[in-house]
């Protein structure tokens, strides 16, 4: 027996990267799971994978930003399965405009680009929260794991990437807000904040697989001395997600 067996999970950007890690976490421990994502074809490969573990799986193409789509995906995981007993609040981005200039002036960003990072990093969370939480204090129970950064906490300052740090130091005190009023139903939120990864958004981030020696020097002021990777953030996720944890909210969790 997994440790999340007969859970239903919903794992937003689940299709590549930190989602894909954690949704593949999460079947192995025996959880079925949603991917909501807007790249269906990727979320596919993901889907095979779980397939193969022998668990179900549903994609549902999602853009978090909005607020019809996420109701839509949320209602289409409980015809499905019938319940949701975790929200993984994954889908994220770096709006593209100065994606191979990461040393571009805070201020040189533009207001579409600030929108698209705030909307997809924090309104998208609040969005599946919105929808998932309600179903949740109905079953009297349920986790909520909400994927920040480094890059929100006091750690690690980043001039040029201020709308993302201020975006997901947004998910940490939202994270923080619901936990404190969730609690009484059985439900706990906590939230991830990974360091240095090698995902593609951070490749694009550094300008491409041609500046993975500065991405390996940048991992040297880790603690560790390495980046983290995918499967290291399931198996947190995996560990927030359990029974293991509940008696874990409000926590805010660094790794790598």
Same mark, same amino acid.
């Given at each position: 027996m997994g440790r999340l067996e007969n859970k239903i999970a919903i794992v937003t950007g689940g299709a590549k990267g930190i989602g894909r *890690?954690?949704?593949l976490s999460f079947a192995k421990e *025996?959880?079925? +799971?949603?991917?909501?994502?807007?790249?269906?074809?990727?979320?596919?490969?993901?889907?095979?994978?779980?397939?193969?573990?022998?668990?179900? +799986?549903?994609?549902?193409?999602?853009?978090?930003?909005?607020?019809? /789509?996420v109701n839509e995906m949320v209602r289409k995981t409980l015809e499905k399965f019938g319940k949701i007993d975790i929200l993984v609040n994954n889908a994220g981005t770096i709006a593209p405009s100065h994606i191979d200039n990461v040393h571009a002036s805070?201020?040189?960003?533009?207001?579409? /680009?600030?929108?698209?990072?705030?909307?997809?990093n924090l309104k998208g969370t609040f969005f599946c929260c919105k929808f998932v939480i309600p179903l949740m204090?109905?079953?009297?129970?349920?986790?909520? +794991?909400?994927? @920040? @950064? @480094?890059? *929100?906490?006091?750690r690690r300052r980043s001039g040029s990437l201020a709308?993302?740090?201020?975006?997901?130091?947004?998910?940490?005190?939202?994270?923080?807000?619901?936990?404190a009023v969730l609690g009484e139903y059985g439900i706990t939120a906590n939230a991830i904040c990974p360091y240095f990864i090698w995902t593609d958004l951070w490749k694009a981030g550094v300008g491409g697989e041609q500046n993975k020696v500065r991405f390996d020097k940048i991992v040297q002021s880790s603690l560790l001395k390495r980046a983290t990777t995918p499967e290291n953030i399931g198996a947190l996720a995996v560990f927030l997600a359990s029974e293991d944890a509940d008696d874990i909210t409000a926590q805010v969790i660094d790794i790598g």
């Open positions: *890690g954690i949704a *025996g959880a079925d +799971v949603t991917i909501a994502d807007i790249n269906i074809e990727l979320a596919e490969n993901t889907a095979e994978e779980i397939r193969a573990l022998g668990r179900q +799986v549903m994609i549902v193409k999602t853009d978090v930003r909005k607020e019809k /789509e805070a201020l040189e960003w533009k207001e579409d /680009e600030w929108d698209v990072t705030l909307d997809t204090k109905k079953q009297k129970s349920g986790k909520i +794991v909400n994927i @920040s @950064s @480094s890059a *929100g906490r006091r709308h993302y740090a201020a975006s997901k130091a947004a998910v940490i005190n939202y994270t923080e807000s619901i936990a």
